[in-house]
């Protein structure tokens, strides 16, 4: 990259926090814990490594497609899209208020441009976004499809018949990350059910996997990304463990199950601000 759009980027980064925080903050509701520590992900994944278009169309022909899965982790998607000229920033004011397109769970009925599935009932973006992948084989069209999945996600059960089917039938132009942050609702992953060893677990399904070690880190979330978008069309899926740091960039939030659900009041909304510098203006 050159040096400026690196710092294009980091402010980016700086200024989705700053969203994330202010969006939960304002309805007192809201998960800023994992929005804040896929921020790296989003950013990157959506200004240095897909091909896609902001004038959107349902159908995403010719271009790459994202699926959020875990989609409590709006607040961050929102942002990034917004800021991306999917739709206007200042319409992240209506976050989670009566008739907003921007519900706490993304949808799809109000037709919020950048959102193609309806998520938030965990375990089901890996099935639609294999869906999405198959038909863009089907169709001779040679982009990709991203997923995000939580990791206290990967408890439920659909997700393995996905992986194993996409697997099976060699979807090859698919790239799905799990936010490895160990943390989810009721505590620790190891806690509340050891996940064991995901990398192996991958593997044994027959997917191409890759770690990014340092996933609150830009450059090594945007090499990840680019090594995974190269190990594609080799006849596997390609799954990326994204070590992160839930609540990341907020001394706070950061590690903690805690700040899964919950909104900063004002006093820890002004900290969370102020450890944020706002780079490219707040909405």
Request: one cysteine or more.
């Amino acid at each position: 990259m050159k040096m400026a759009d690196k710092q294009h980027l980091k402010d980016l980064v700086s200024q989705v926090r700053r969203d994330i925080v202010r969006q939960v903050h304002a309805v007192n509701s809201g998960h800023p814990g994992g929005s804040l520590g896929c921020t790296e992900f989003l950013v990157a994944l959506y200004n240095e490594i897909m091909d896609h278009n902001p004038s959107f169309n349902m159908d995403g022909t010719n271009e790459d497609l994202f699926f959020l899965s875990n989609g409590h982790i709006s607040p961050v998607i929102y942002s990034v899209l917004a800021r991306s000229g999917y739709f206007p920033v200042e319409e992240l004011n209506t976050f989670r208020k009566l008739d907003s397109r921007l519900q706490g769970h993304p949808t799809t009925h109000e037709g919020l441009p950048g959102i193609r599935i309806a998520s938030g009932s965990l375990g089901q973006g890996m099935s639609v976004a294999i869906g999405a992948a198959a038909t863009k084989k089907l169709n001779g069209d040679s982009k990709l499809v991203f997923s995000l999945h939580g990791d206290g996600e990967l408890q439920e059960g659909q997700i393995w018949e996905a992986a194993m089917y996409a697997a099976a039938n060699k979807v090859d132009n698919l790239i799905a990350t799990i936010d490895l942050n160990g943390q989810q609702i009721d505590g620790s992953t190891d806690e509340v059910l050891d996940l064991g060893d995901l990398g192996k677990k991958f593997d044994a399904f027959g997917w191409q996997v890759l770690r990014v070690k340092k996933g609150n880190d830009l450059d090594a979330v945007i090499s990840g990304l680019q090594e995974a978008v190269e190990l594609t069309g080799n006849g596997k899926p390609v799954c990326i463990l994204l070590h992160t740091e839930m609540g990341h960039g907020v001394d706070f939030m950061m590690g903690s199950h805690a700040w899964h659900g919950i909104a900063p009041n004002d006093e820890q909304l002004a900290d969370a601000l102020s450890q944020n510098p706002e780079t490219l203006g707040d909405y």
